[in-house]
């Protein structure tokens, strides 16, 4: 059932226009002459927030002496998705909110888009810098292509392993695929990404659910270890009513339809509210509008000062005219023949901060108003996605569904490693990373522990 009214559609030039790159690729010449201005620091600050600890000094001074393959390397060997990390990192929290030339006060480098010069240079070439290590024999299988897993494949591929990776979906990459705003990465993007990856002999299997078309028992036959990287799952509802009316969307199926369609086939109503105030909110409001949406909400139960999202991405959707409506709270969302035609809501006030410092938002007797609009997305976080993984034996979860795992990114089932947002419980591209790496070392120590030693006994000699 369509919407009851949907924005006018917009030509294809200002689709492209609104979407295009919100951190534009640079030249040569900018490069170098940014690539100039860093001071390479000793013990650089701007590494040691990096998650992936890319040795930032020693890439830029290889691309201010020219040798830009050279600074790929060196970003890749740390990370192989530097790629989407120039492009989707927060780069203003991490790496350059790390750099000394705040203290001067100066603009910091632009670390962000001088790796992805550099990784672009070698990607858009066919360059390729690594291979995959002599086979060792061993085998490992990734539940899940999400960065995490693309991580971990990579660096146990390079160490001789042969690795397939195993995917519920139809496209590899997970959320950068899925996920992320178009204005920061396409799709394209991304399964260059994974071309990469393939291109050190990992196997991709798409639309094959484990638990569901591959059993915990024939992943444990066919593979020395397995890793976990399976990410959050679908967005929470509200538990308000209305909930099943045409026109309520979950903010990853709204974001995933701008990433996988041509703009122009998005259905996007004229008005819009999104419930939420993380970055996943910010990135629904952002792309309504781009999309041609003339009044979009966001709407949330507590003050401007409690939002999760980063300091950029809310002043993103301030200049893309997002209208706030903080201190709301919704309770009905209301319809006509079966679709969304507004959304009641009622105010809050704050309590005082309990002890974790947290504000409970209390809603306010009588306070009720309504908002008409044809759409409503919830961007109120992800359900976790692991339950399924208590069929292996021994994997534990924490209360909210992740996964318990050693400082080796062991589970309690020694065959079983994990990584990224099914550990963390939501992060960044660049965490998501990183423990794909930590625990490719931690498998390939499990793998070539003499037999008759338990992996607890090695954890102790550590
Ligand atoms: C809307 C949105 C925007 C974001 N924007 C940014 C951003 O701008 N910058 C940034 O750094 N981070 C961003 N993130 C966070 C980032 O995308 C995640 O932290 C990252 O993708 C986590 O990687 P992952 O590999 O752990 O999981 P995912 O990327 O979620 O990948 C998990 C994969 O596992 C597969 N899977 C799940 N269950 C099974 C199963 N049983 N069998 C087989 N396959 C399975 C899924 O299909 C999926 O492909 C964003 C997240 C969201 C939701
Ligand atoms: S902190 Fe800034 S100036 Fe120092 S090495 Fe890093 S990018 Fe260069």
Same mark, same amino acid.
Request: proline letters at 4%; glycine letters at 10%.
């Given at each position: 059932m369509p919407l009851r009214e949907t924005a006018p559609k917009l030509t294809p030039e200002q689709y492209e226009k609104n979407f295009s790159d919100i951190t534009p690729p640079m030249n040569p010449r900018q490069a170098a002459i940014e690539a100039s201005r860093c001071l390479y620091?000793?013990?650089?600050?701007?590494?040691?927030?990096?998650?992936?600890?890319?040795?930032?000094?020693?890439?830029?001074?290889?691309?201010?002496?020219?040798?830009?393959?050279?600074?790929?390397?060196?970003?890749?060997?740390?990370?192989?998705?530097?790629?989407?990390?120039?492009?989707?990192?927060?780069?203003?929290?991490?790496?350059?909110?790390?750099?000394?030339?705040?203290?001067?006060?100066? @603009?910091? #480098? /632009?670390?962000?888009?001088?790796?992805?010069? =550099?990784?672009?240079? %070698?990607?858009? &070439?066919?360059?390729?810098?690594?291979?995959?290590?002599?086979?060792?024999?061993?085998?490992?299988?990734?539940?899940?292509?999400?960065?995490?897993?693309?991580?971990?494949?990579?660096?146990?591929?390079?160490?001789?392993?042969?690795?397939?990776?195993?995917?519920?979906?139809?496209?590899?990459?997970?959320?950068?695929?899925?996920?992320?705003?178009?204005?920061?990465?396409?799709?394209?993007?991304?399964?260059?990404?994974?071309?990469?990856?393939?291109?050190?002999?990992?196997?991709?299997?798409?639309?094959?659910?484990?638990?569901?078309?591959?059993?915990?028992?024939?992943?444990?036959?066919?593979?020395?270890?397995?890793?976990?990287?399976?990410?959050?799952?679908?967005?929470?509802?509200?538990?308000?009513?209305?909930?099943?009316?045409?026109?309520?969307?979950?903010?990853? @199926?709204? #974001? /995933?339809?701008?990433?996988?369609?041509?703009? =122009?086939?998005?259905? %996007?109503?004229? &008005?819009?509210a999104c419930i939420g105030a993380g970055n996943t909110a910010i990135d629904v409001v952002t792309a309504a509008r781009r999309l041609g949406a003339e009044i979009v909400h966001l709407i949330y139960r507590r003050s401007e000062h409690e939002m999760s999202a980063f300091r950029y991405e809310y002043e993103l959707a301030k200049k893309d005219g997002v209208n706030f409506l903080w201190q709301t709270q919704p309770v009905r969302i209301l319809g006509a023949n079966g679709v969304v035609t507004g959304l009641e809501c009622v105010r809050t006030r704050l309590a005082e901060p309990d002890a974790r410092g947290k504000r409970a938002a209390q809603p306010t007797l009588n306070s009720n108003f309504t908002i008409e609009v044809e759409m409503v997305v919830r961007a109120v976080g992800q359900k976790p996605t692991t339950e399924f993984l208590r069929a292996a034996n021994g994997i534990e979860l924490h209360k909210n569904g992740t996964v318990v795992v050693n400082e080796r990114h062991q589970t309690g089932n020694p065959k079983y490693f994990a990584g990224g947002d099914c550990v963390n419980g939501g992060s960044e591209v660049v965490d998501a990373v990183a423990e794909g790496m930590a625990a490719a070392r931690g498998i390939d120590a499990y793998v070539k522990m003499p037999p008759g030693v338990s992996s607890d006994a090695s954890r102790q000699e550590n």
């Open positions: 620091c000793f013990d650089a600050p701007c590494t040691i927030a990096c998650p992936t600890r890319i040795d930032v000094p020693g890439f830029i001074k290889r691309i201010m002496t020219g040798n830009v393959r050279g600074a790929a390397r060196v970003i890749l060997e740390a990370n192989i998705l530097g790629e989407s990390c120039g492009r989707v990192c927060p780069t203003e929290v991490l790496c350059e909110g790390a750099c000394v030339m705040h203290e001067k006060g100066e @603009e910091a #480098i /632009e670390i962000g888009r001088l790796q992805r010069y =550099a990784v672009d240079h %070698v990607l858009d &070439r066919n360059i390729r810098l690594f291979h995959a290590g002599a086979p060792n024999g061993r085998c490992v299988a990734c539940i899940g292509s999400g960065p995490a897993s693309l991580a971990c494949a990579a660096a146990l591929a390079r160490l001789g392993y042969q690795v397939t990776v195993f995917d519920r979906s139809e496209l590899p990459g997970g959320l950068s695929t899925y996920g992320i705003a178009a204005y920061k990465t396409r799709v394209t993007d991304s399964l260059r990404e994974v071309e990469l990856v393939k291109s050190l002999g990992v196997k991709f299997r798409q639309n094959t659910e484990i638990g569901r078309n591959v059993s915990f028992d024939e992943l444990e036959k066919d593979f020395d270890a397995i890793f976990i990287g399976v990410g959050l799952g679908e967005t929470w509802a509200m538990d308000i009513p209305g909930e099943n009316l045409e026109g309520v969307y979950g903010a990853l @199926e709204f #974001i /995933e339809r701008t990433k996988v369609l041509p703009f =122009a086939e998005v259905s %996007v109503g004229r &008005r819009v």
